[in-house]
């Protein structure tokens, strides 16, 4: 009896781990840049995509674009014993070598915000060059003569954010690599991009000082970079459009939704934007896979991260080729109608 029960203790502790892990879902997490609306719309993929591949999802927004602090928030995330993690880089420069240690432990994706350098198995996201000149086409339709132009963003150290910078500028000049003030026919007001570190009140603070130091010249373009920039430049705009002598045109990126309903009232000239919710849902997709044992198709992996970027205007217009890109461009009323139904499909 006594062997008999000592062997029935022995099968049952091996059954514990084994069975333990069976139940136990794999964890996946992303970790954002910042805190915005578009990591919210991107949240509801990832969501979306965690439900639907059975896996536990760690979603993090830290609150600020600082390299400490989301470093803090990744080191926090790993310890928890994820199964793989993507990250919107701040600055992949300074980030490389700590991300290539995270990158021996567990699977690495970039997302939005690409870091070549820091062993990532994969980059999710839009070309930003290209996308930053679809926004310098628009400034030069609605601007034909030129002009000034004023860019706000975020920060100008991280890889999109350079991308998205010199492909307007480029397309303004007709060259790449263009170095200014002047580009072609347009003049970069102050010389350089109007930073903000994602504070959003100092976005609007910029936008309201850049227009009232313009508000009596004509031809003028206010360009937001980075997802809230459109908003507070049309907010800022708002206030002070009295006081303007000229009609000054905004130009966006992303599609924050105050963004979306001023690009269709006519508020907005228009916006290049990403695919946040497939960012998510992609990502999360992915690292499920590889969670759970499994790979990526040679063949669907490039469906899966090269995302095209899209062009939202009042009228919207037929798709086009542009540098070998399929590009839509929708009216923002059908757009944000989509966008919203795929929000909601979360929740159901």
């Known amino acids: 009896m006594r062997l008999g029960l000592v062997i029935a203790i022995a099968v049952g502790l091996a059954c514990v781990p084994a069975c333990g892990s069976s139940s136990t879902k794999p964890k996946v997490a992303m970790v954002t840049n ?5 990591w919210s719309i991107c949240e509801a993929g990832a ?10 999802l760690d979603f993090r927004q830290p609150k600020t674009l600082d390299v400490a602090v989301q470093r803090e928030v990744i080191d926090a995330v790993t310890r928890t014993g994820v199964a793989g993690i993507a990250v919107s880089v701040v600055n992949p420069d300074e980030q490389s070598e700590h991300l290539k240690r995270i990158a021996t432990r567990q699977p690495l994706i970039a997302v939005d915000n690409d870091a070549p350098a820091s062993d990532r198995k994969y980059y999710v996201g839009i070309d930003n060059y290209e996308a930053g000149k679809a926004v310098g086409r628009l400034i030069k339709a609605q601007l034909p003569q030129g002009g000034t132009v004023a860019l706000f963003i975020g920060g100008t150290a991280s890889a999109n954010a350079k991308a998205r910078v010199g492909g307007v500028l480029d397309e303004l000049a007709g060259q790449k690599d263009a170095k200014g003030p002047k580009y072609g026919n347009y003049t970069l007001h102050n010389g350089e991009p109007y930073t903000d570190s994602t504070d959003e009140a100092k976005a609007q603070q910029n936008a309201k000082a850049v227009i009232e130091s313009l508000k009596g010249a004509p031809n003028v373009g206010l360009v937001g970079l ?6 507070q430049i049309l907010l800022a705009y708002r206030s002070k459009r009295s006081e303007v002598q000229h009609p000054m045109k905004i130009f966006g990126f992303d599609e924050d939704w105050t963004t979306l309903e001023g690009v269709e009232k006519g508020e907005i000239e228009g916006t290049v934007v990403q695919n946040p919710f497939l960012y998510g849902y992609n990502s ?17 992996i490039k469906g899966l991260t090269v995302i095209p970027y899209r062009v939202i205007t009042r009228d919207g217009g037929p798709a086009e080729e542009v540098n070998g890109i399929k590009v839509e461009n ?8 989509q966008l919203r139904a795929d929000i909601d499909s979360v929740a159901k």
């Not at 999360?284 to 669907?300: R, S």
């Not at 929708?330 to 109608?337: D, H, M, N, S």
Request: aromatic fraction near 8%.
């Open 284 to 300: 999360i997709k992915i690292l499920a896979t590889i969670a759970k044992g499994g790979t990526v198709p040679d063949d669907q």
């Open 34 to 38: 910042c805190t915005a609306e578009f």
């Open 226 to 231: 980075y997802a809230y920039n459109p908003k």
């Open 47 to 56: 969501k979306k995509a965690a439900r639907e591949q059975d896996v536990d």
């Open 330 to 337: 929708l009216k923002a009323a059908e757009f944000g109608k």
